[in-house]
Structures are given as structure tokens and as C-alpha cells.
């Protein structure tokens, strides 16, 4: 059973606009991750979010983790073209750091 | 820094046939690990190393797939008997330790007909 989840497949936003792609995941985690994979290519992590923080930013993105919930989010802002990719998040579990358990997914178009 | 190095980048199989996919870590990375991804069942953990030595192997099939890790610069993933079920990408993540970031690889693209 998937134990981290996206709760959209896909999202289409225009250049320049904001979106945000959300998670959720089932166990108690010691951290979250973001992970975004171009055509192509392997996943490559955008943000790592600890479970005692509540936000985190990089640069345009920011993430946020709320462990009552077990949800977190990603928000992208000014969007461009070469965000477009899918948007993964995953989880460790709290017992048994290590491994990533990630979610199916959601593809991301940025429209010119 | 080249990042993960995998190899093959493709390889395709007949069915019942082995299939070798070798994949250099980042240098001075503890921690190896192997992945697949599906179009059906997405990314999916099959195992990982620890400073060499096998940790988790809890998302490898039972059955025909093996991994090891002889030295530090490199892991390897094996497939007996491979089947059409096994095509996928296989990747190959390293970290610094458990728990931190995980630098991906490209991907061994198999297919197997």
C-alpha cells in the first residue's frame, strides 16, 4: 500500500503563475521529501522538510508539513517552462529510516 | 562530481535471460540504493546498502533479483530468468547516510521481449 500520496495526477498553470501540489502520507515520518523527475531522468530532490519543521523554502518553492494532518505541500511560484515535470513527494519511515516510499506523482505543465 | 553513474543506460532482453545493471555512488557516499519505476506501480523501493552491507532488501521480488555491493564504487542488480513483467527503469540512488538526500542516476532503461 502507498503510504505517501499526491492528490492530483495532473495540473496545467500558465508561465509567471503560482501553483501548488499536495500530499498526503499515512505513518509517522522523520522527514519529508520533495522530488521532481524531467523526462528522462532520474528524480532530483528539491526540498527535504524534518518533522519538527513547518516550512521550508528554496529559492521559488516552498514546502510546508503538517504532521496532525500528515499533509504537506509544495508551492511553486512564477512558474516557468522548465518546471514542467513530475512532482513527487516521499517519505521515510520513522522506524526505518532509509528507504523512500514516494507517491505516484503529479505532472506539472507549464503553458507559455 | 559526475553524480550516479548507471550502466547500461538500455538494455534489452529475451525473456529467460540474465540482466546485469551496474551503477557507480557518488564518492564518499555511505548509503546505495536501488529503486524501479512503472508506469503502473510508479517508483518503487527494492533495496539498500549501508557502508556495503545489505540493510533493506524488504521491496525486492523474492524470486530471480539479487543486489550486491562488493566495494564502495560500486552496486549491482541482477535478473535471473528475466520476464516481460520486469521491464522497467531501474535506478540507482545515493545519499550520505540514511535519512538525508538521495542523489539519483539516470535510470537502466530494460526491456525485456
Known amino acids: 500500500s502507498q503510504l505517501a500520496e499526491e492528490n492530483s495526477w495532473a495540473l496545467s498553470v500558465h508561465e509567471g503563475e503560482s501553483v501548488t501540489v499536495n500530499c498526503s502520507y499515512k505513518?509517522?515520518?522523520?522527514?519529508l521529501q520533495w522530488y521532481r523527475q524531467k523526462s528522462g531522468k532520474g528524480p532530483a530532490q528539491l526540498i527535504l522538510i524534518r518533522s519538527n519543521e513547518r516550512e521550508k523554502r528554496n529559492g521559488r518553492l516552498r514546502a510546508t508539513l503538517d504532521t496532525s494532518s500528515q499533509s504537506s505541500s509544495l508551492s511553486i511560484t512564477a512558474t516557468r517552462c522548465e518546471d514542467t515535470a513530475v512532482y513527487f513527494c516521499?517519505?521515510?519511515?520513522?522506524?526505518?529510516?532509509?528507504?523512500?516510499?514516494f507517491g505516484q506523482g503529479t505532472k506539472l505543465s507549464i503553458k507559455p | 562530481n559526475a553524480g550516479v553513474i548507471q550502466t547500461p543506460r538500455h538494455k534489452v532482453t529475451g525473456k529467460g535471460q540474465e540482466a546485469t545493471l551496474w551503477c557507480e555512488p557518488i564518492?564518499?557516499?555511505?548509503?546505495v540504493f536501488w529503486y524501479r519505476q512503472t508506469i503502473v506501480q510508479g517508483l518503487e523501493f527494492l533495496t539498500y546498502f549501508r557502508n556495503q552491507a545489505p540493510i533493506d532488501d524488504s521491496g525486492m521480488p523474492k524470486e530471480r533479483f539479487s543486489a550486491q555491493m562488493p566495494n564502495q564504487s560500486h552496486s549491482t542488480l541482477k535478473i535471473q530468468s528475466t520476464q516481460p513483467q520486469d521491464s522497467a527503469v531501474y535506478l540507482c540512488a545515493s545519499g550520505r547516510d540514511r535519512g538525508d538526500t538521495q542523489y539519483f542516476g539516470p535510470g537502466t532503461r530494460l526491456l525485456v521481449l
Open positions: 505513518t509517522s515520518i522523520t522527514a
Open positions: 516521499a517519505t521515510d519511515e520513522h522506524y526505518n529510516q532509509g528507504k523512500l516510499i
Open positions: 564518492s564518499g557516499h555511505s548509503a
